[in-house]
């Protein structure tokens, strides 16, 4: 199969710089209406109303994540002489295409897709982008400006884009199955997404990146030194052990944003009324018909559902049936008369047995743990020094000296307690240290 070589171009991004990318990437940033529309798509969702500020958007995630996904590339290039050019490409443009599919409001659509229509076409976003991706690469005939991105040779790539944005897709699948996926090299697949250890150049981006938006300090993490030593080994994209700290800090700071910014209570008002809004103009414009982008028609619907052509219709419309969506986008636009947010406690003050009152609403405290979580995600990291697999022999909790010991500093174990470090942080280092011993 060919080979290329592919000019590059650079530009401005709000966190890395000027950064470099492929010529094919720069036509797809600059001509493809369907990558452009990620500008008015905010990158953290709902949470734009409580945070106005913070407005970065999937366009600059995307641009930042092939940015990471072409350095990583390349690097491993460098150590691997057997990664072509084209398995480099591939790789920076399923980086640059991962969030294509994004609907408005971005995990919001799905959320609310999956409520109203059941086994849906392309009813995930990772699906849909696969999808967009297999069409703009390829000859696009819903846009008929200019040729196709990748040149007739090449198209044969497609399909590895494809499976490089979710190599688990049902799509991917059925890819594997009829030996559409070319040959490459093991482990280039987990470097935008990591099914294996979940992390990837998605998270290297959006976790500093939603940190500096949102004024929150304290991640202090040099990804792209991170990333420079990496190695593949048996097929597994792997970290030097010398950033097990760097990593841990990174999930923690994940865990941090979702506590604090993503799942804070007030939140759970604003998706609650994003919900609604969105469930009824779905139905409204009959959106789930458009998911299969197979014709001018639905492909030119999809890449109108955006946030802010849905905020401008549903603010402008005179339609009686979407008084009530506009009434509650009125209130997130302006945060005026939003009911007030309250913990449930065991207090029975804090638990009103009408919830259906406007003026207050009682949320319960949610702690957020998935599989990308701080315990489940360090003990799955495939470790090596200097390219030798390993792993730490035991991880040492320290401990600050002079802080004064008492009954309320001593732990569960009746050890000094680190006031620097949570419970559950310390809880994830006992149980690494005891899965390394």
Not at 277 to 291: A, F
Request: proline share 4%; with cysteine; charged share 25%.
């Amino acid at each position: 199969m060919c080979d290329i070589k592919d000019d590059t171009f650079q530009r401005q991004h709000q966190l890395y710089g000027m950064v470099e990318l492929s010529r094919t990437s720069e036509t797809i940033i600059r001509k493809v209406t369907m990558f452009k529309r990620l500008q008015k798509i905010g990158q953290l969702g709902e949470l734009a109303f409580k945070r106005p500020y913070a407005n970065h958007t999937r366009f600059q995630h995307s641009i930042g994540v092939a940015y990471l996904a072409r350095v990583t590339a390349l690097h491993l290039q460098s150590l691997y002489p057997q990664i072509t050019n084209a398995e480099v490409l591939c790789v920076e443009l399923a980086g640059l295409l991962h969030d294509i599919g994004h609907g408005a409001f971005s995990h919001g659509f799905d959320r609310v897709l999956k409520k109203v229509a059941q086994n849906v076409v392309n009813g995930k976003h990772e699906q849909r982008s696969q999808h967009i991706a297999a069409v703009i690469l390829g000859k696009n005939p819903y846009d008929t400006r200019f040729k196709a991105i990748l040149p007739d040779e090449l198209h044969a790539y497609i399909p590895l884009v494809q499976y490089f944005i979710d190599p688990t897709s049902v799509i991917s699948m059925r890819l594997i199955a009829e030996k559409r996926v070319p040959k490459f090299t093991p482990g280039l697949e987990q470097i935008v997404n990591n099914t294996i250890c979940k992390i990837d150049t998605d998270k290297f981006e959006y976790i500093p990146h939603d940190c500096m938006m949102l004024r929150d300090p304290g991640l202090d993490v040099d990804v792209i030194a991170m990333i420079k030593r990496t190695r593949i080994i048996n097929g597994v994209w792997s970290f030097d052990v010398c950033d097990y700290n760097n990593i841990f800090n990174m999930l923690s700071k994940r865990s941090t944003l979702h506590s604090n910014f993503y799942q804070e209570k007030d939140m759970s008002v604003i998706v609650s009324y994003i919900d609604s809004i969105m469930e009824t103009y779905i139905n409204h414009k009959k959106i789930v018909d458009c998911l299969s982008l197979d014709t001018k028609e639905t492909w030119t619907q999809f890449q109108d559902l955006t946030d802010e052509n849905i905020i401008s219709f549903i603010l402008n419309t005179k339609d009686a049936k979407l008084a009530e969506c506009r009434h509650l986008m009125e209130t997130l636009c302006t945060q005026q008369d939003m009911p007030k947010v309250l913990y449930e406690t065991a207090d029975a003050k804090y638990m009103p047995p009408d919830q259906t009152d406007r003026k207050m609403i009682c949320v319960p405290v949610v702690v957020a743990s998935d599989d990308s979580s701080v315990t489940n995600v360090m003990g799955s990291i495939t470790w090596h020094q200097n390219g030798d697999v390993t792993r730490p022999s035991r991880v040492v909790i320290y401990r600050f000296i002079g802080m004064p010991t008492d009954s309320a500093s001593q732990n569960h174990n009746g050890d000094e307690a680190d006031p620097g470090m949570s419970s559950a942080d310390e809880h994830c280092l006992r149980a690494n240290a005891s899965a390394a011993s």
